[in-house]
């Protein structure tokens, strides 16, 4: 069964850092995308940034570009968002996903002071 | 990055049929197909099709989904309570190399 876990969400004053974590299972990591989206509060879903299967290929969303940095690990099948000087409107649910097909449950972060 | 376009509403009596929208361009919809995912309050998203009606396990058959040309549909046969719910779609893009979302279509059995 594919499974994916997030982990790493929390409280975070504006300026902050976050490291988002995501592990996967049930399927051969290394051969797929992986991918972060998130849903702020009331609205609608947001892709944010995704990687290709050796990460040699990272693409992400022109509000975090410069600032938050996807990167995986196939030896732990894992995949990871670096957050950097968080602003207030990153405040979301954030969500790993296999490409597009299989969502993890989410992790929430709060950008607040 | 501009998303894709979705009806903000859809209602329907129980049991009948509702077809969901979701229109894009040549770049994204029309090239990669769109995946359609399910939302219900408070739970995260649900993926019902991805990559031209590509069901995962667990996802009734009442649940189709298709696209012709720029426009892409989910459709849904015999309405349930269940099925009231926030419906999105999504497609890659690829002149712009990223993930648009539609706005999102409540849809209300009832």
């Known amino acids: 069964e594919v499974q994916v876990v997030e982990s790493g969400g929390g409280l975070v004053q504006p300026g902050g850092s976050l490291r988002l974590s995501c592990t996967a299972s049930g399927f051969t990591f290394s051969t797929y995308w992986m991918t972060w989206f998130r849903q702020a509060p009331g609205k609608g879903l947001e892709w944010v940034a995704n990687?290709?299967?050796?990460?040699?290929?990272?693409y992400y969303v022109d509000s975090v570009k410069g600032r938050f940095t996807i990167s995986r690990d196939n030896a732990e099948n894992s995949v990871f968002l670096q957050m950097n000087s968080l602003r207030v409107e990153d405040t979301a649910v954030y969500y790993c996903?296999?490409?597009?097909?299989?969502w993890g449950q989410g992790t929430l972060v709060t950008v607040s002071s | 990055q501009a998303g894709l376009t979705q009806p903000p509403s859809v209602s329907k009596g129980l049991r009948q049929t509702a077809t969901l929208t979701c229109t894009g361009n040549s770049n994204n919809v029309g090239n990669q197909g769109a995946a359609w995912l399910r939302q219900h309050q408070g739970h995260p998203p649900k993926v019902l099709s991805y990559?031209?009606?590509n069901r995962p396990s667990g996802i009734s058959e009442r649940l189709s989904a298709s696209r012709s040309g720029n426009t892409a549909s989910l459709t849904i046969t015999g309405l349930q309570p269940e099925d009231e719910a926030d419906y999105y779609c999504?497609?890659?893009?690829?002149?712009?190399?990223?993930?648009?979302f539609g706005g999102g279509t409540k849809l209300t059995v009832l």
């Open positions: 990687t290709n299967q050796d990460g040699s290929a990272k």
């Open positions: 999504s497609a890659w893009d690829t002149s712009l190399s990223a993930w648009l």
């Open positions: 996903a296999r490409s597009v097909d299989y």
């Open positions: 990559r031209n009606n």
